[in-house]
């Protein structure tokens, strides 16, 4: 019986399956478009900031250092606004999120910096950091 | 006895009256002093557009940075410390102001900026030192107002001109200085000229103030002397310095629409468009001579009669010595020298103000917004607003000629976000920008229709073990039936079917029967939570219609949940406010940027290319009249039964938009998703220089090179296209044309496995196995 089904369904498979494509051989143009959203190979990761980022960042960065959080996490949203797929502005204000104990906050935005972060080693090693000390925080 | 007792009585009487008398008279004196000190004047909350953040690379023309510069007040080549601008061989000089920002306050400096290819080249400042970041004061975009949208700008009586204090005395209470809070002579010649019919007020500016303050506008003998009385406290209890500057305040002097022009401070604005303490002898006579009859003296609407009231007070100042013979030749010459009307009411953007004041009011109190005088630092862009309004009017305009509907004509709405911050960038709620009613942007709940497929398209892709981009999908007819359900026949928008299609091709057209089969196949309910989990808040009844759209949702809601798509799958709320402070300046909120991880990486990553395939070869191929293709923007159309809503969501590498277009009464409009709002969008984003959509791989994506003919692995076919796979989800055999054996053969058997693979889990669960 369940052999029975079984074949049934296989057939059915066999019926939906597509026409035999004709491979179409006989085209001229063999241009080889490249699909947009193919990885481009410059330009994601940003190593270095713009001088803006860089002296906004350095504010935040005092700011951190002497307590006042919410002033720096504003702070590094401002630069965020300026360079918003700067890992580095991430990994950042995923730092502060720490301090603020936002433990979630603080793995969600590590994670994000590790979507921009490319091939930049030292950077996810940083998020992977930040994240594993978020989830130890939150009993994960 | 008898004559005995009746005096008693008198003077009990007598002695009752005095009693009431004292006791009424100690009322009132509790009221004057507990609501002239206790009261301090209801301060709208001020609401402030983004900043405009000035540095070294940003995309920002010349006439651009004018344009914001002389929206926020700034003089072309004027002088002073700031709030001016000039032009230097192809830069601009600002002298920018001083501003308290939620992070403190900023003071005023100068700073140069230079230009090249659209962009900022340089920024320094006077000592030609090089500016990292320079920050413009915000440009106030409105209010949330106290009863009667009152709006005022408080000033101190120093910052008052000595002619207009003078020109205000020798008008309406020339005895202001001597008298106790009543002007019996002045009173009299009212009398008098009530009777000529010859109206002149007899009250004294404590009297006008006290009405103003405490008393109701009907006209009764209580009323005048209550008045009588508390004008006298007042004299009693605060000097004419003190009630002077109150009054300078509180008078009314204007309408804007719906907003009340109060006081001084905000009428110099209002009409002149300078501070209070700029007013020339002939402008502030002219404001002297509202107080009578702000409406009847309006100088907009009636400058004649503006004008002849003007050199009226400034004819009687000179009378009692307050103006010099000169000084009032020299005003009474003057033009009148008003503003033209902006006629911004409470606000030029009604939309966005009241999706603030949603925000807000989880927050604040509605009686701390309408009196406190907070500060909202928002997230609306001045400029992307001007341009998603242009694009949305134009166009309605347009279709409303071709189609002749009739009245009432053609709606719409629009928002603008920013892809990775999610902060509001500008809300259109309807055709009429500036009206305030009903807001089509946060309110109308619209069938989103093909909006939708991308939740489909996620939960499949999500599965890489099933589909990915190349996986071919059934296009023929069918019927789905559920218990309790009628039967559901979807039909595609050309009522034809397909056949096998790619994934991809089947998003990118819009096919109905592809992705409908495929959503029965995932599962409604299972579709529903994707799109509940990109940010959908509502749970629709799981049937089977919902996947081609059959949900009602709002632009804002749309527009959620394609935010989460654009910022890599992790969900960030949309917002409007960034800051809230105090009148002063002191930080009370910060709304701060927050993400939570709602997908993984890889999916969102194949879905969004399969959306930029949308763009490049499907339903919003329009696109391409606005916007160059390099700029590889990834969206979906959207249209509904009889056309009745067209829609379109898509974002570029810096902006999320979302459009809707459709009747309110829900009348068959003709209008497609790719015919109609794709122009909305395309026109809105090409004004603003869209970024282009540079998606970066996850790291466990791997690009494989695909025949587009078999969805085999395709290196030199025709016409072959490079597509993201999550790794180890690419196909393994080639193509034909790639030097794949029997690839035809092996096509078909991937096919006949890939349809039976989902069957045979199928089979496992019901089997137990």
Redesign the interface.
């Known amino acids: 019986m369940r052999f029975a089904i079984l074949v049934l369904l296989l057939m059915a498979g066999c019926a939906s399956a597509p026409p035999s494509p004709s491979p179409s051989a006989s085209s001229s143009s063999t241009t080889r478009q490249p699909a947009p959203g193919s990885p481009p190979p410059e330009g994601i990761t940003v190593k270095t900031e713009s001088i803006a980022v860089a002296s906004i960042l350095q504010s935040a960065r005092a700011d951190a250092a002497s307590g006042r959080l919410a002033n720096a996490a504003a702070s590094i949203e401002r630069a965020l606004r300026i360079e918003p797929r700067n890992p580095r502005l991430w990994n950042e204000l995923a730092r502060v999120r720490l301090q603020q104990r936002d433990w979630a906050q603080a793995e969600a935005t590590a994670a994000r910096s590790n979507s921009f972060a490319g091939s930049d080693s030292e950077l996810r090693a940083s998020n992977a950091d930040l994240i594993a000390q978020a989830r130890r925080a939150q009993g994960k | 006895m008898r004559s005995n007792g009746f005096v008693r009585l008198l003077l009990v009487v007598f002695l009752l009256a005095g009693l009431a008398l004292a006791a009424w008279a100690l009322f009132l004196d509790f009221r004057v002093r507990h609501e002239f000190e206790g009261r301090r004047f209801a301060l709208p909350a001020r609401i402030y557009a983004r900043p405009l953040?000035l540095?070294?690379?940003?995309k920002l023309k010349p006439a651009e940075l004018e344009q914001e510069l002389k929206a926020l007040g700034y003089k072309d080549g004027g002088q002073g410390e700031s709030g001016w601008y000039r032009k230097t061989g192809g830069g601009l000089e600002v002298a920018v102001r001083p501003f308290v920002f939620?992070?403190g306050s900023q003071p005023a400096k100068r700073i140069r900026v230079s230009f090249a290819d659209a962009r900022i080249s340089g920024l320094r400042d006077a000592a030609d030192a090089?500016v990292?970041?320079a920050r413009l004061d915000p440009l106030p975009i409105g209010g949330i107002y106290p009863a009667g949208n009152e709006d005022r700008l408080l000033v101190r009586l120093s910052e008052v001109p000595p002619h207009l204090v003078r020109e205000l005395i020798a008008t309406e209470d020339r005895r202001y200085y001597s008298h106790f809070g009543f002007d019996l002579r002045g009173m009299a010649r009212a009398a008098l000229s009530s009777v000529t019919g010859h109206v002149q007020g007899g009250s004294t500016l404590t009297q006008q103030l006290v009405k103003n303050f405490f008393l109701t506008p009907e006209r009764s003998i209580t009323r005048k002397v209550n008045e009588l009385i508390m004008a006298v406290l007042l004299e009693l209890h605060y000097d004419k310095a003190e009630i002077l500057e109150t009054y300078l305040n509180e008078i009314y002097l204007g309408q804007d629409r719906d907003r009340a022009i109060h006081g001084v401070g905000l009428a110099a604005q209002y009409f002149f468009g300078k501070p209070v303490q700029d007013l020339t002898v002939a402008e502030s006579a002219l404001l002297v001579g509202m107080i009578r009859g702000p409406s009847y003296y309006d100088p907009h609407r009636n400058p004649q009669r503006a004008l002849e009231r003007r050199n009226l007070v400034l004819k009687l100042a000179g009378e009692v010595g307050a103006l010099t013979p000169e000084q009032v030749k020299q005003a009474q010459g003057a033009k009148l020298g008003v503003q033209p009307r902006a006629a911004s009411g409470t606000t030029p953007y009604p939309a966005f103000v009241q999706l603030v004041q949603r925000q807000l009011r989880r927050d604040y109190k509605d009686e701390d917004l309408r009196s406190e005088g907070l500060r909202v630092f928002t997230t609306l862009d001045p400029r992307v607003q001007a341009a998603a309004e242009r694009a949305l009017v134009r166009r309605i305009e347009q279709y409303d000629r071709d189609k002749r509907f009739g009245a009432p004509g053609l709606e719409g709405a629009v928002i603008v976000a920013?892809?990775?911050?999610g902060?509001v960038q500008a809300l259109v709620g309807g055709r009429d920008p500036r009206l305030r009613g009903f807001n089509r942007a946060l309110d109308a709940a619209r069938p989103i229709g093909s909006l939708l497929k991308p939740a489909i398209y996620l939960t499949a892709l999500s599965d890489p073990s099933h589909y990915t981009l190349v996986t071919?999908l059934?296009d023929?007819p069918f019927v789905w039936k559920a218990a309790g359900a009628p039967d559901w026949k979807p039909e595609n928008y050309d009522r034809k079917s397909h056949?096998?299609v790619p994934l991809r091709t089947a998003l990118a057209q819009s096919y109905n029967l592809s992705t409908a089969r495929l959503g029965t196949t995932l599962g409604v309910e299972k579709v529903l939570q994707t799109a509940q989990k990109l940010g959908m808040q509502k749970m629709p009844p799981p049937y089977a219609s919902v996947l081609l759209g059959a949900v009602d949702l709002s632009p804002l809601e749309v527009a959620q949940m394609y935010e989460t798509i654009a910022s890599?799958?992790?969900r960030t709320p949309l917002r409007a406010i960034?800051?809230v402070t105090t009148a002063e300046g002191k930080?009370l909120n910060?709304y701060?940027?927050?993400?939570?991880?709602a997908f993984p990486?890889e999916p969102i990553?194949l879905l969004?290319?399969a959306m930029?395939?949308v763009?490049?070869e499907g339903t919003a191929q329009a696109l391409k009249s606005w916007i160059p293709?390099e700029i590889?923007a990834?969206g979906k159309t959207g249209t509904t039964d009889s056309q009745r809503d067209a829609w379109f969501a898509g974002f570029t590498g810096?902006r999320l938009a979302v459009v809707w277009l459709g009747y309110d009464d829900n009348r068959e409009a003709h209008l497609s998703g790719g015919a109609a709002a794709v122009p909305v969008w395309g026109e809105l984003m090409a004004a603003l220089g869209p970024e282009p959509?540079?998606?970066?791989?996850?790291e466990n994506?791997e690009?494989a090179?695909i025949?587009p003919?078999?969805g085999l692995l395709g290196k030199?076919?025709?016409?072959?296209?490079?597509?993201?796979f999550i790794k180890g989800s690419a196909p393994k055999d080639s193509?034909?044309?790639a030097g794949g054996v029997g690839?035809?053969v092996e096509?078909?058997g991937r096919?006949?496995e890939d349809?039976?693979k989902p069957?045979k889990g199928w089979?496992d669960r019901l089997?137990g196995r």
């Open positions: 953040e540095h070294e690379g940003l939620w992070d090089q990292p970041l920013g892809t990775q911050t902060e071919p059934d023929s056949g096998m890599g799958g992790f960034r800051e930080p910060h701060s940027l927050s993400v939570e991880q990486a990553h969004s290319v930029q395939g763009v490049s293709p590889a990834a810096d959509l540079a998606l970066s791989a996850p994506i690009t090179t025949d003919q078999t030199g076919c025709p016409g072959a296209v490079d597509l993201p193509a034909p044309c690839g035809a096509a078909i096919a006949v349809a039976v069957l089979l089997f």
